[in-house]
């Protein structure tokens, strides 16, 4: 079974730093692009980063670029996103989620999420 | 970056009503439009991809359709179980904008 599963949110002070994770299992991690997408308590969907398969090369959405970073580790079936310099409109619930393999980058799967609150 | 609109913003239905949500991007994306279902609490699942495919597992009631940079989910007779939160997005063009959303409750 496909699965992903993130881990690494919390609390954590407005300036402060966290790095979540999202475990990969059921599937050849290292062919597919892999995204971030978040969700504010009682708002709508916002995509945050890509990464493809190698991860060779990475995009980010303009409200995190310079502050957060995407990377993955293809030996251990995870992917990661470095949060640094956080604020208030940074809280919210994280997702990982896995393109699809149809060529339209769809996000076939995605994990159950993971909360992040920037608050002092 | 590509805005992507959905009209209307929320709808009230019954179990048994067809049900149509539309998306329209702000430039051309070609094809690359996707729907997602999200109920509360839960991640989003992905319904649709490339405006028209069914995701496997997905029932046939959900289907999509495409005009130019018009995009429409319907749903031909709405199931308890749909009452939830749509979602189109556009993985066209990076970044991978979505939709602002549209809540189908009773």
């Known amino acids: 079974e496909v699965q992903l599963l993130e881990s690494g949110g919390g609390l954590v002070q407005p300036g402060g730093s966290l790095r979540l994770s999202c475990a990969a299992s059921?599937?050849?991690?290292?062919?597919?692009?892999l995204n971030w997408v978040r969700q504010a308590p009682g708002k709508g969907l916002e995509w945050v980063a890509n990464?493809?398969?190698?991860?060779?090369?990475?995009d980010y959405a303009d409200s995190v670029k310079g502050r957060f970073t995407i990377s993955r580790d293809n030996s251990k079936n995870t992917l990661y996103l470095q949060m640094n310099s956080l604020r208030a409109d940074d809280t919210g619930v994280y997702y990982c989620?896995?393109?699809?393999?149809?060529?339209?980058?769809?996000?076939?799967?995605w994990g159950q999420g993971t909360m992040v609150t920037v608050s002092s | 970056d590509i805005q992507m609109t959905q009209s209307p913003s929320s709808l009230s239905a019954s179990v048994g009503d067809r049900v149509s949500i539309t998306c329209r991007a702000s430039?051309?994306?070609?094809?690359?439009l996707n729907w997602y279902q999200q109920k509360s609490g839960k991640a989003p699942k992905l319904l649709i991809y490339?405006?028209?495919n069914l995701q496997s597992g997905v029932p046939s009631r959900f289907s999509g359709s495409a005009s130019g940079t018009d995009f429409t989910l319907t749903i031909s007779s709405l199931q308890p179980e749909d009452f939830a939160t749509y979602y189109c997005?556009?993985?066209?063009?990076?970044?991978?904008?979505f939709g602002p959303g549209t809540k189908v409750d009773t």
């Open positions: 997005q556009q993985s066209h063009t990076s970044p991978f904008t």
């Open positions: 059921g599937f050849s991690f290292h062919t597919y692009g």
């Open positions: 430039q051309t994306i070609k094809r690359y």
């Open positions: 990464i493809i398969g190698n991860g060779g090369m990475s």
């Open positions: 989620a896995k393109e699809d393999n149809y060529g339209y980058e769809a996000f076939e799967i």
């Open positions: 490339g405006a028209s």
